[in-house]
């Protein structure tokens, strides 16, 4: 069963405006994990080759639930949460929902509309019912349009290192706490990581510092905090 049409997932994405949506797409199953439910969707559902997680530039993975957001939802178990939190490069959105579980007034942001409407907003409905949030689809840019946020959360969102301006320039216009980045020590045949992107974070006007570290035998995830220097 197709639930979208291909070209929703692969035509080229505006930079700009961001938009904002409000209809979400019904989807018919869930999957379990850490106490939360997420929609389950596989790649051929929406038209996209079981082996593509990524299409540089058309569709980025939100789709998909990656590790590190699991990392960041556990992390954010052990901090106050308060005031108004954004989600960048969201998918699946479980961080960002604990937070909003927590009574946080949450934006969330993805590349795709399509995964906004499929996941993020189907996954807010199922494990906060009763709460809104609001969704917005575009590229990372100057989103001061968004106002300021108490606390940014991103995760696996470093794997391109050609992606790091805008993502910076994204939490540099709408920080006013600290933004919380989950990602691995070092994407192998990308190239991006926490190294590369710290340094790049700090030529910003960032502090970064590394706050939590994941190490399991396959890979060794990181947590960093960003804060305006």
């Known amino acids: 069963m197709k639930l979208f049409s291909p070209p929703e997932l692969r035509a080229p994405i505006p930079v700009e405006p961001l938009i904002e949506l409000?209809?979400?797409?019904?989807?018919?199953?869930?999957?379990?994990?850490?106490?939360?439910?997420?929609?389950?969707?596989?790649?051929?559902?929406?038209?996209?080759?079981?082996?593509?997680?990524?299409?540089?530039?058309?569709?980025?993975?939100?789709?998909?639930?990656?590790?590190?957001?699991?990392d960041l939802t556990n992390y954010l178990k052990n901090i106050e949460i308060k005031g108004r939190v954004l989600e960048l490069g969201c998918g699946h959105g479980l961080p960002g929902i604990y937070c909003l579980s927590r009574g946080a007034e949450v934006v969330f942001q993805d590349y795709n509309a399509a995964v906004l409407q499929l996941t993020t907003m189907?996954?807010?409905?199922?494990?906060?019912?009763?709460?809104?949030?609001?969704?917005?689809?575009?590229?990372?840019?100057?989103?001061?349009?968004?106002?300021?946020?108490?606390?940014?959360?991103?995760?696996?969102?470093?794997?391109?290192?050609?992606?790091?301006?805008?993502?910076?320039?994204?939490?540099?216009?709408?920080?006013?706490?600290?933004?919380?980045?989950?990602?691995?020590?070092?994407?192998?045949?990308?190239?991006?990581?926490?190294?590369?992107?710290i340094r790049e974070a700090q030529l910003w006007g960032l502090n970064a510092n590394i706050v939590q570290v994941i190490q399991e035998p396959a890979s060794i995830r990181h947590i960093i905090s960003l804060r305006k220097s």
């Open 22 to 70: 409000d209809e979400k797409i019904e989807v018919p199953r869930y999957k379990l994990t850490g106490g939360f439910q997420y929609a389950d969707i596989s790649n051929s559902e929406v038209g996209l080759s079981e082996m593509s997680d990524i299409i540089p530039g058309h569709y980025e993975g939100g789709l998909r639930l990656w590790e590190c957001a699991l």
């Open 122 to 197: 189907n996954n807010v409905q199922i494990n906060c019912p009763g709460k809104s949030a609001k969704y917005y689809a575009g590229a990372w840019q100057d989103m001061s349009i968004l106002g300021k946020f108490d606390l940014i959360l991103t995760s696996d969102s470093i794997y391109n290192t050609d992606y790091y301006p805008n993502l910076l320039q994204a939490i540099n216009s709408t920080i006013k706490g600290e933004c919380l980045v989950a990602c691995k020590a070092y994407y192998f045949g990308v190239g991006g990581g926490s190294e590369l992107f």
